[in-house]
């Protein structure tokens, strides 16, 4: 059986799943649930400094787009960080630590971007006994108003800053949270490094509107009216989490660094793409505001079952596999030719396919055979985009086929074994020429 | 115990209260949630196989992607275009044969989309409304069309869309053909079938004139002097004969006559039913009277069938509710002779057309619901074909300026949307004709 447990700089945890810091982890009541669910650490929802809370609207503070049948696909936000008194969290926080210590106990901070309020609340969070924290430099709405939050995740000088302090101040492993409100998420990386921190986590919500009432005119979520930018987060956010994870993994400067990778991660299959991009552990919400804690359970044997069929004994065996296979477009193979292929056998005639071929790509896919309905690929026209492969509502019914041998039947070209990028080709006019 | 009765006829075999629940909608219609759940199960497929296999050629995609998208009504319009009997259709169409037996899904899954249901609750969002359409600036022309059923009322509509007068000459009382008379009462509930004429009159420029036959008072030559063009929707107003001796005792009846009866009822208890009745036949005609007959409380009902199950015109689906409803069926059994006792039939002596094996059923009723014959009245002018009128694609007649279409026209297939297609295919040939 595959042992799932996590070290993720230094912070130990009995698997890698862990719940983001967000509503679901701002009060003993809801961390006790996740733990006796399963869940192996959390982020303990943001705590700002002592003295009055912050509030929150006393309106809607969601709004979502929905798939079919309504399933949730990306959901924003407009809470703040936690609005409940400093010192009943940490004394809910010691309490959960002692009755729970083999958990992850993570804290997320954010304080005024001053040496002050740092050394202090880091010395206030130390006493909880807790395993880390987690610098939210990431909330793009409400605090990033008040020079907190994402400000500062904007400005890698500050990260590093305030890393630096952190690190200064506190014995505790400091875990940066990035928000990918930013052009390149390198750079902010770069500087949590540079600052010291242990190890970054991203990313944060993206700045969002979901819908505008179209009677009303208000933006969603409406405020008496009014909407303001919230944070946008689940399944639909993960292939730019993805991405942005896969820039830090395979940077020169933080290449190998930890990271705890957050977005839209659903199933297992998602955490495992994550670890795979070199992720340490995974951390979760939307899937478990939508589902509850429960989904963890799937989470935890479907990561086990996959790796044991893998026979990877431990995460760290296969954890950073796909990222040597992440490049830069220019170095992709232009040799490599596939063409889709259509199971005839799987196939239930909808056309779709066809509609999206002949209507908007390469009119590569025929809609009839014998005068009767049938879709086939043409592969004198198939430029392999993979675009009948994703509107095709059955799984594996089209797939991309590799062509190994004899001729592209598209350009009559000899398919060749050699590898052979844009930065060779004869079109490209900055193309490396050999030698005459 | 007191001797059974013979026969055993009687009204009220059922408490009061079981009527209502054994006559109110045999689907009931989906709600807002249920509507958007099912919409989105369609695959807007290319080409649709379900708008190709409906009669009417009801852009399908299309309207469900409306209801889906929060526009039932536009829906309605997108069904109405080719089908302003849609209400009715959603109700009666045997949907299990055509749409939802070409949609995708039902190969993939064996479970269609709920197109009808779906139709019905988008047309049952529009008849209370604004009619959707609007005619055409008059034209001066005047078109007679005998007969209220389908066939009729959709030809009048699309006339009088493009701006014609028209004049409807209906024998019965009440307006819609078979809708009115014909179809199954826990089909068509809370007096639809009415409602859906006052719908497709309130376009206007349709004229109403009741109590006029054709062939009595009222001739075709005459017709065809006073208006422009003519169209016939009779109808079937015959009914094939047992060949049996002793048809004509008491105790034996027209199933057409009886549904009808049964129709017009505000009150089914007070319909006499058979403790045993006996159908014969292999049709809707057969299922819907077996099956009402058992909702009236009629204890044994046995439908006879002179052929196996691949050749009853009655669907599986149907065969398989009748049989739900406790109605047996008996195939490759045919009537052999009437058995009467002071002239009312007490059984049916039968026949096992293949073994030719005879055996004997009790019935206090029997039902003949074996097929319904054209009966000519328009004088023997117009050319038949299988007994029945004689049509081109465009479903005009071999006599110059008169039109037909329904169930009174060669290859007729005894189906409401048959009928309205046929009606809609007619309008269209004679505007063309009169503005030529």
């Not at chain 1, 698997?15 to 701002?26: E, G, H, I, V, Y």
């Amino acid at each position: 059986m595959a042992d799932l447990r996590s070290n993720f700089a230094g912070i130990k945890s009995p698997n890698p799943f862990w719940l983001a810091s967000a509503p679901p982890t701002d009060k003993e009541y809801n961390v006790v649930r996740a733990f006796k669910a399963g869940w192996g650490g959390v982020v303990w929802k943001t705590l700002g400094e002592e003295g009055p809370p912050v509030v929150n609207v006393n309106g809607p503070r969601y709004g979502a787009i929905h798939g079919a049948d309504r399933r949730l696909l990306g959901l924003n936000n407009i809470e703040l960080i936690t609005d409940r008194p400093l010192e009943i969290n940490l004394q809910e926080i010691k309490k959960v630590k002692r009755e729970w210590p083999d958990r992850a106990m993570v804290i997320s901070l954010m304080v005024p971007c001053k040496e002050e309020p740092w050394k202090k609340i880091l010395k206030q969070v130390e006493d909880t006994d807790c395993d880390g924290v987690e610098l939210n430099f990431g909330c793009p709405h409400g605090m990033s108003e008040r020079g907190m939050g994402a400000a500062v995740g904007q400005v890698p000088e500050y990260i590093e800053m305030v890393a630096r302090w952190c690190k200064q101040h506190s014995r505790l492993p400091v875990i940066v949270k990035l928000t990918p409100n930013i052009t390149d998420v390198r750079h902010p990386a770069r500087a949590a490094f540079r600052g010291g921190a242990d190890a970054v986590s991203l990313i944060n919500t993206i700045n969002s509107i979901t819908h505008v009432d179209l009677d009303s005119f208000s933006p969603m979520p409406s405020i008496d009216g009014k909407g303001s930018h919230g944070g946008y987060c689940g399944p639909a956010v993960k292939p730019i989490a993805l991405s942005m994870v896969s820039e830090i993994a395979r940077d020169k400067e933080t290449k190998g660094k930890p990271i705890s990778a957050i977005g839209g991660i659903t199933t297992w299959r998602d955490a495992a793409e994550f670890i795979s991009m070199s992720a340490g552990t995974v951390q979760v919400c939307t899937a478990a505001m939508t589902y509850g804690f429960k989904i963890v359970e799937e989470m935890k044997s479907g990561l086990e079952r996959w790796m044991d069929q893998k026979s990877y004994a431990t995460i760290e065996d296969f954890r950073g596999r796909a990222v040597p296979n992440v490049t830069d477009w220019q170095y992709l193979n232009l040799n490599y030719i596939a063409k889709a292929k259509i199971d005839q056998d799987a196939c239930i005639k909808c056309g779709r396919c066809y509609a999206a071929c002949e209507d908007t790509s390469h009119q590569a896919i025929s809609n009839m055979k014998d005068g009767k309905r049938h879709f086939e690929v043409m592969d004198d026209e198939c430029v392999a985009c993979n675009l009948c492969v994703e509107v095709c509502p059955v799984q594996n019914c089209i797939t991309m086929v590799q062509q190994t041998s004899g001729v592209d039947a598209r350009t009559g070209k000899k398919i060749s074994k050699d590898y052979a990028n844009w930065t060779q080709h004869p079109n490209n006019p900055m193309s490396v020429k050999a030698a005459e | 115990m007191a001797p059974a009765k013979t026969p055993d006829i009687a009204a009220k075999r059922l408490p009061k209260a079981q009527y209502a629940a054994n006559f109110t909608d045999l689907h009931p219609p989906l709600n807002a949630h249920e509507a958007l759940v099912e919409s989105d199960r369609c695959y807007f497929c290319y080409d649709a196989p379900c708008m190709k296999a409906c009669p009417t050629s009801i852009d399908i995609p299309l309207f469900i992607r409306e209801i889906q998208a929060g526009h039932p009504k536009s829906a309605a319009k997108t069904i109405f275009d080719q089908n302003i009997l849609g209400g009715m259709c959603a109700r009666v169409c045997p949907t299990e044969t055509l749409c939802e037996e070409a949609c995708v899904r039902e190969h993939a899954e064996g479970k269609p989309v709920k197109i009808g249901l779906l139709q019905r609750y988008a047309t049952d969002q529009a008849l209370s409304e604004k009619h959707p359409f609007v005619r055409a600036k008059s034209s001066g022309k005047k078109i007679a069309i005998v007969g209220a059923g389908p066939a009729g009322l959709a030809c009048a509509h699309r006339l009088s869309m493009h701006g014609h007068d028209i004049t409807i000459f209906e024998a019965r009382k009440k307006l819609g053909g078979l809708n009115e008379y014909g179809i199954a009462a826990y089909k068509s509930v809370d007096d639809f079938a009415a409602k859906e004429v006052d719908f497709v009159l309130s376009i206007g420029g349709i004229e109403i004139i009741h109590g006029m036959p054709l062939g009595k008072k009222l001739k075709l030559p005459d017709l065809q002097k006073d208006y422009d063009a003519v169209f016939l929707g009779l109808g079937l107003s015959g009914v094939n004969a047992l060949g049996v001796k002793k048809e004509d005792a008491d105790g034996i009846e027209d199933a057409v006559n009886y549904i009808s009866d049964l129709r017009q009822a505000k009150d089914p208890s007070k319909l006499k039913v058979g403790r045993n009745v006996v159908v014969i036949g292999g049709g809707m005609t057969a299922i819907d009277i077996a099956v009402q007959s058992k909702l009236l409380g009629a204890e044994n009902v046995t439908v006879i069938y002179r052929r196996g199950a691949e050749n009853m015109k009655a669907s599986a689906y149907e065969r398989e509710l009748a049989q739900t409803k406790g109605v047996n069926i008996k195939q490759w059994v045919a009537p052999k002779k009437v058995l009467v006792k002071s002239g009312h039939v007490v059984g049916l002596k039968c026949e096992n057309t293949n073994s030719g094996e005879t055996f004997e059923v009790k019935a206090d009723m029997i039902f003949k619901a074996i097929g319904q014959t054209y009966i000519d009245v328009t004088g023997g002018t117009i050319a038949l074909e299988q007994g029945r009128i004689k049509v081109d694609a465009e479903k005009r007649t071999s006599v110059k300026g008169i039109w037909a279409g329904g169930d009174c026209i060669a290859g007729g297939k005894d189906l409401t949307v048959a009928s309205v297609d046929d009606g809609r295919r007619a309008a269209e040939s004679i505007h063309s004709f009169l503005t030529a």
